[in-house]
């Protein structure tokens, strides 16, 4: 059976890059524990020297291609991310949200550096 493609989306705009990252690194992670395929928008191939309207063509065009998308829990304080997320609802696509409180409760201890 073939794995459901997931896209990530949260703040990136705003942070420090090494932050941004390991955001979204740590999220691929998961989602890969439990079965997804991932698209980070962190690993899109984009120089950061590019517009903000450039990243967020690319991403959104990336973000089409899967079958969910996944809202990092700072996800509403990304301009970005919130246009993501309309145009995912707008769509109709299936959304989840992270929620680290609730994803504590599993053991996810055979993830190294999680």
Same mark, same amino acid.
């Given at each position: 059976? #073939?794995?459901? +493609?997931?896209?990530? !989306?949260?703040?990136?705009?705003? *942070? #420090?890059?090494?932050?941004?990252?390991?955001?979204?690194? +740590?999220?691929?992670?998961? &989602?890969? *524990?439990?079965?997804?395929?991932?698209?980070?928008?962190?690993?899109?191939? *984009?120089?950061? #020297?590019?517009?903000?309207?450039?990243?967020?063509?690319?991403?959104?065009?990336?973000? $089409?291609?899967?079958? +969910?998308?996944?809202? &990092?829990?700072?996800? +509403?304080? !990304?301009?970005?991310? #919130?246009?993501?997320?309309?145009?995912?609802?707008?769509?109709?696509?299936?959304? $989840?949200?992270?929620?680290?409180?609730?994803?504590?409760?599993?053991? &996810?201890?055979?993830?190294?550096? *999680?």
């Amino acid at each position: 059976m #073939k794995k459901q +493609k997931v896209y990530i !989306s949260g703040k990136i705009s705003g *942070l #420090k890059i090494e932050d941004a990252k390991a955001n979204f690194a +740590k999220a691929e992670r998961v &989602l890969n *524990l439990v079965g997804y395929d991932t698209i980070n928008p962190m690993d899109s191939g *984009l120089d950061e #020297k590019y517009p903000w309207v450039m990243h967020m063509i690319v991403d959104v065009f990336n973000m $089409l291609r899967c079958n +969910k998308v996944y809202f &990092l829990e700072n996800y +509403k304080e !990304s301009r970005g991310a #919130k246009i993501e997320h309309r145009i995912a609802i707008f769509f109709r696509m299936r959304i $989840l949200y992270q929620r680290w409180n609730y994803m504590k409760q599993f053991n &996810l201890s055979t993830v190294k550096n *999680l």
